[in-house]
Structures are given as structure tokens and as C-alpha cells.
């Protein structure tokens, strides 16, 4: 800008950009919904092996406890997300069935399982972001 039109004199200022830090690990409540999970854990936990004091102990298997929980996290989860999706859509093609023909004997049977594991699926779901929202 010209002096002559304007008093203001811009400064720019340059703080090396916004530096993202390490995320915090989070237990998810969801993942006490999973079958074998307790199990999981326990049988984990017994092959770690550190040595040193006992509070050493104790945060190098909780730390080779967390590595262990985000992988399964991120493996089981992604394919619940894709569970999800698929059965909805095979709950879709059943209520098709339904209206354009009459169902065979196996059919409710089905529906049924299908409705309620995508209950199960779905409570996971609501646990998750009832968490993120921290409205417990």
C-alpha cells in the first residue's frame, strides 16, 4: 500500500507454521463389546518381556500393549466399517425379496441374524462416537 492513501503498516509475521504433536493413546470403550478381547489382551500380555525395575516393567509392556492394540484396532475396526456396509446391504436384499415374492423358510431366519448382528455392529458404533464426543 501507498503511504500516502494509508497510515497502516502491515507486519507479517512468520511463527515456522502450526507443528502437530504426538496423538494420545485412547482406550476405546468399544473394544470391550468385542468377542475375545479380555482373552486377547491377557494372552498378550504374558509375552512381553522386560527387564528392570517393576514400574519399568509395567510401562515397557504398556507401551508394547498399546503398539499391539493400535494394530488390532485399525485391522478390526476397518473391517467392521466394510461389515457395516455389507450388511445393510444384505439386509436391503432380503426386504426386496420380501415384497416382490414370498420368502422361503430360511429367509426370516436370516433377516433376523443379519438385523441383529448389524445391531451389534451399530451399538460399537454409537459406543465410538459417543466417546469422541466425550458425552459419557
Not at 489382551?41 to 504374558?46: E, F, G, L, M
Not at 517393576?54 to 507401551?63: H, T, Y
Request: proline share 3%; aromatic share 8%.
Amino acid at each position: 500500500m501507498d503511504r500516502v492513501c494509508s497510515d497502516h503498516f502491515p507486519i507479517v509475521l512468520d511463527c515456522g507454521g502450526i507443528q502437530e504433536g504426538k496423538r494420545y493413546f485412547k482406550f476405546e470403550n468399544m473394544w470391550l463389546k468385542v468377542e475375545g478381547f479380555v482373552d486377547k489382551v491377557r494372552s498378550r500380555r504374558i509375552l512381553y518381556y522386560v527387564e528392570g525395575s517393576p514400574s519399568f516393567i509395567l510401562a515397557g509392556k504398556l507401551k508394547a500393549l498399546k503398539e499391539d492394540l493400535k494394530r488390532w484396532s485399525a485391522e478390526v475396526f476397518r473391517l467392521i466399517d466394510n461389515q457395516k456396509r455389507s450388511l445393510m446391504e444384505h439386509l436391503k436384499a432380503l426386504e426386496e425379496r420380501e415384497v416382490s415374492a414370498p420368502l422361503s423358510k430360511e429367509d426370516p431366519r436370516r433377516k433376523l441374524a443379519t438385523t441383529s448382528e448389524l445391531e451389534k455392529v451399530s451399538l460399537m458404533e454409537e459406543i465410538s462416537w459417543r466417546q469422541k464426543s466425550r458425552a459419557l
